[in-house]
Structure formats: C-alpha cells, structure tokens
Nanobody
Framework: QVQLAESGGGLVQSGGSLRLSCVGS????????KAWYRQAPGKQRELVAS???????NYAESVKGRFTISRDKAKDTVYLQMTDLNPDDTAVYYC?????????????WGKGTLVTVSS
C-alpha cells in the first residue's frame, strides 16, 4: 500500500515562507493525482491544492498567488511552497491521494504536519 510521509511544518512568522514535502511510495503515488488538505482547530478539513499526473494544478481561492504545488516524479515527492503566510494558514496539513481507478478506489492520507503562523 501507499505510505505518505509529510515534513516541513513548523513555526513561522506572519509574512514568512515554508515548504512542505510529501514523499510517497511506488507507482500508485506517481500515477495519481496528489493533493494537500489542511484542518485548523475546530474547523473542517479543506482542500488547499491539487496537482494531476500531467501537472495541472488547482488551488483554493484563499491561497491563490501565495501557495504553489509541484511534484518531483523522480523523487516521488510533492511539495507545497507557501509564501506570505498569515495566522489563518495555521493548520495541520495533510498529503492526500484521492481514490481513483488506478488506486482501486483506495484513498490515502499522511499523518499530517503542523504549520503554525504567528502574528
């Protein structure tokens, strides 16, 4: 099965930048759409960004122009480059592979990495 390992979270000042990484395993990861979700305390989990196998990226309106999702196929890694961070970005960020025909309907989640933005 696919295992997802996130890293890069931490404490950052408002206006700062941070890059999250998610390393996956095997062909399922490389052949799947990949996404970043986040969940702030007391709020529901929300989609932040996604990237398809062909490189098409989509973003939540709240992060457009500030966040960039990318992938390195050779390293089986997806990144989320975050800039101009503000306290509203504070959340646990999760790497996600949606269920699809390629994953036989299985969806995968990382354990999450905490991003805290101080004002």
């Amino acid at each position: 099965q696919v295992q997802l390992a996130e890293s890069g979270g931490g404490l950052v000042q408002s206006g700062g930048s941070l890059r999250l990484s998610c390393v996956g395993s095997g062909a399922i990861f490389s052949m799947s759409t990949k996404a970043w979700y986040r969940q702030a305390p007391g709020k529901q989990r929300e989609l932040v960004a996604s990237i398809t196998v062909d490189g098409t990226a989509n973003y939540a309106e709240s992060v457009k122009g500030r966040f960039t999702i990318s992938r390195d196929k050779a390293k089986d890694t997806v990144y989320l480059q975050m800039t101009d961070l503000n306290p509203d970005d504070t959340a646990v960020y999760y790497c996600h592979i949606p269920g699809s025909w390629y994953t036989d309907g299985m969806a995968y989640w990382g354990k999450g990495t905490l991003v805290t933005v101080s004002s």
